[in-house]
């Protein structure tokens, strides 16, 4: 029976323990570009088995929020490739998650000022961090956004295959595609936003097709054992909606089964929230969406996460729901989250006020373990 303090293969990955940092977003990296102190901060964490990086922008158009890192600049993958090296140097492992926002976003942070994209322009009545003219930070409501014209899917898929290419090349040990909380691949999976009547829209194989493609287009590129997804069933984030999650989900399950990836990332609930969110009208059915993969064949790594409390974790390998647990605030309050969770020790208290935006502080001066 397997621990969460046990060694696992994550596809390619040979991980020291079952625990994953779940992907941050900490607003720290201006002009999309990592800085110095985002190596340091990540090498303080590397004894978690797995890194998943804050999501990372594939271009331009997939920002959503002032100040996030991309893979689309060279010297954004120059300051990625010092957060590796530090990483590795200190033993860690380490993927970055592949982010496209979709309709979450903002004009100002646009190319040429323009609108987000969307599969049909349903708008996201959500909100984003925007950096005004002079200089203060805000939060705005989302832009309008237009639909995605069919000609256009090609090139946000070769986007996607150029962020994952980046990714190898600036030193990760692969990649999470951001299929989670709302944004752009949600956005065409969900029944509620996706109103499209092509090839990409209507029945549910049509809505899972974008993401699929884009899976495929990456395992392509980098191979299955270095390429993970993250998937959020019942999630309300960013008024993510859907009229059967479960349907949708386990016949994506089945489907990236034939991909040989290296882990499903699953949040369970809402994002940062109850873990029984219902949507639908029912309860999910996390054991049966598992086993919807499983049974198709898929061997990728299990990664469950949402409000994990230690014992929770400890069962959830221990009985084999899961074959990994991510935690994502508790990383940010304590560098040392695994040795803490290992002694059974207490735990530092994040400071929200330095969640999002800011220098070091909060970002790389919490304090371990003597
Ligand atoms: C990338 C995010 C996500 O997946 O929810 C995110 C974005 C902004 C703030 C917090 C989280």
């Known amino acids: 029976m397997a621990t969460l303090f046990d060694p696992l293969k994550v596809g390619d990955i040979e991980v020291a323990n079952r625990i994953a940092m779940a992907p941050l977003t900490r607003n720290r990296s201006p002009q999309a570009v ?4 985002t190596a340091t901060y990540y090498a303080q964490r590397a004894t978690a088995g797995l890194l998943v990086t804050e999501g990372t922008a594939i271009s331009h158009q997939a920002q959503g929020y002032a100040d996030v890192p991309g893979l689309y600049k060279p010297e954004a993958i120059e300051g990625w490739k010092a957060v590796t090296k530090a990483v590795h ?13 979709g309709a979450i ?3 100002s942070l646009q190319p040429n000022g323009g609108q987000p994209v969307s599969p049909s322009g349903v708008p996201a009545k959500s909100k984003t961090y925007i950096i ?3 200089g203060t930070g805000a939060f705005v409501e989302t832009s309008e956004p237009r639909a995605l014209e069919l000609s256009e899917i090609p090139g946000l898929i070769e986007d996607y295959r150029k962020a994952a290419r980046a990714a190898i090349e600036a ?4 990649v999470e595609i951001h299929a989670a909380n709302g944004y752009l691949l949600q956005q065409f999976m969900s029944s509620e936003s996706n109103r499209r009547t092509d090839a990409y829209g209507g ?3 049509n809505r899972l097709r974008l993401t ?5 287009a990456i395992v392509k590129e980098i191979g299955g054992g270095r390429t993970g997804i993250r998937l959020s069933p019942v999630t309300p984030a960013n008024n993510n909606a859907d009229a059967d999650p479960q349907a949708s989900y386990n016949l994506l399950a089945e489907k ?6 290296a882990f499903i990332h699953v949040i369970e609930g809402a994002t940062g929230g109850p873990r029984d969110q219902q949507m639908g009208g029912k309860p999910f059915d996390w054991a049966g969406f598992k086993a919807a993969y499983r049974n198709a064949g898929g061997k990728g790594a299990w990664i469950a996460n949402n409000g994990y409390s230690r014992d929770l974790a400890i069962e959830a390998v221990e009985s084999g729901k899961a074959d990994m647990v991510a935690f994502g605030k508790a990383f940010i309050a304590n560098p040392d989250l695994v040795r803490r969770l290992k002694e059974n020790a207490p735990l530092n208290q994040g400071d929200q006020s330095t969640f999002y935006g800011g220098g070091e502080k909060g970002y790389t001066d919490y304090p371990t373990l003597d």
């Open 132 to 134: 005004n003219p002079d």
């Open 34 to 37: 990592p800085k110095p102190m």
């Open 212 to 216: 699929l493609e884009v899976v495929e």
């Open 256 to 261: 990236l089964a034939a991909h040989n990836l």
């Open 105 to 107: 976003s903002h004009s």
């Open 171 to 174: 030193g990760f040990d692969g």
């Open 203 to 205: 029945s549910v194989e």
């Open 89 to 101: 140097e200190a033993g860690g492992k380490i993927v970055t998650q592949l982010w496209h926002v």
